[in-house]
């Protein structure tokens, strides 16, 4: 049963520090999707990678975030430096075209203090 | 710029009774797609439901349901004699061009 997989799951960080997160997408899917998660925002999305060419990454703070495809089975979302406002839970999702169904993965819960 | 409003923050029903969450969308492109999700206590999101905009047919799964409604920028799902297994957040999502646009969720509890 294949699933798109991330890690850390959990992260807690001081502010300023650098937090990495990394997603391996599902073998064969050729889009990639980060989102982040907040009670206030609810789901955004911030990244969107089509056969590891980035798309479109209007949703993320270009200042402090950045999102890369190194190979096919790797994605990462990269914050630094990390603030408070920064907390909330980040998602990745493939799929095989961008207009169907995206798998999410289980998230990454990070906390910055 | 498109949006997805799901009016319902929370709803709560007793077993067995149906359930309607609504779902309206706002895009100026013709061509989109609807998708419904579902978050349970776990956290992970689960998907449900693709439906392109030029497929109006209503789709039944079980005992879930979706009326897909042009006319009125709606997508509303319906499940039938919930269970407590069903209680989640179930969000309602619009893609197009490169963009993915989730309504706030709307939290459903199914007592027993």
């Not at chain 1, 992260?11 to 980060?34: A, D, S, Y």
């Amino acid at each position: 049963d294949a699933r798109v997989t991330q890690t850390p799951r959990h992260k807690v960080t001081e502010m300023g520090q650098e937090v990495t997160m990394r997603c391996q997408p599902i073998l064969g899917h050729n889009t990639v999707f980060w989102y982040r998660q907040t009670m206030m925002q609810g789901l955004e999305l911030l990244a969107y990678f089509r056969n590891r060419a980035p798309l479109d990454d209007s949703g993320m703070p270009k200042d402090r975030f950045s999102a890369e495809m190194p190979d096919a089975t790797l994605a990462t979302l990269k914050i630094q430096p990390s603030e408070p406002r920064d907390s909330a839970v980040y998602f990745c999702a493939s799929g095989r075209d961008q207009n169907n169904e995206q798998f999410f993965g289980p998230g990454t819960r990070l906390t910055v203090l | 710029a498109q949006k997805v409003t799901q009016a319902q923050t929370e709803i709560s029903v007793v077993e067995k009774e149906d359930v309607t969450l609504d779902c309206v969308y706002e895009t100026r492109d013709t061509t989109y797609y609807l998708f419904w999700y579902k978050q349970p206590p776990s956290g992970e999101l689960v998907f449900l439901i693709r439906r392109n905009s030029f497929d109006e047919q209503n789709e039944i799964s079980g005992r879930y349901s979706w009326n897909f409604q042009k006319s009125t920028s709606s997508f509303n799902f319906t499940i039938t004699a919930s269970q407590v297994v069903d209680s989640a957040v179930y969000f309602c999502a619009l893609y197009n061009n490169n963009d993915m646009r989730f309504g706030a969720g709307t939290r459903l509890t199914v007592k027993p």
